[in-house]
């Protein structure tokens, strides 16, 4: 499994955290404004539902792990956890 999540890393898993943290971040620098929140929430879900429509790879499912991950701290403005995403 280790062999797998190295290899997700390698190919794309890096952008998909990388897009992860940058729409958290953004919300972190707008005061964890609520019209920030819904666009966060919006954008997530958008990527959510696009990978749900391709076919369950191992790969699509770690992305879609990773956005709906985002989601919920988002939801629940858990963002002491955001420290925790970054040093993934």
């Known amino acids: 499994m280790m062999e ?18 940058s729409v958290l971040q953004a ?14 929430l919006q954008k997530l879900s958008s990527a959510v539902k696009e990978l749900s ?9 770690l992305r879609l792990g990773l956005y709906t991950y985002a989601v919920e701290l ?3 403005g858990r963002w002491e956890e955001l420290g925790k995403l970054r040093r993934v």
């Open 53 to 61: 429509r391709k076919d369950p790879t191992l790969e699509n499912l």
């Open 27 to 40: 919300i972190e620098f707008a005061d964890y404004s609520e019209k920030t929140r819904e666009k966060a």
């Open 4 to 21: 797998f999540i190295d290899r997700e890393r390698e190919w794309g898993g890096k952008q998909t955290l990388l897009e992860v943290l």
């Open 74 to 76: 988002v939801r629940e």
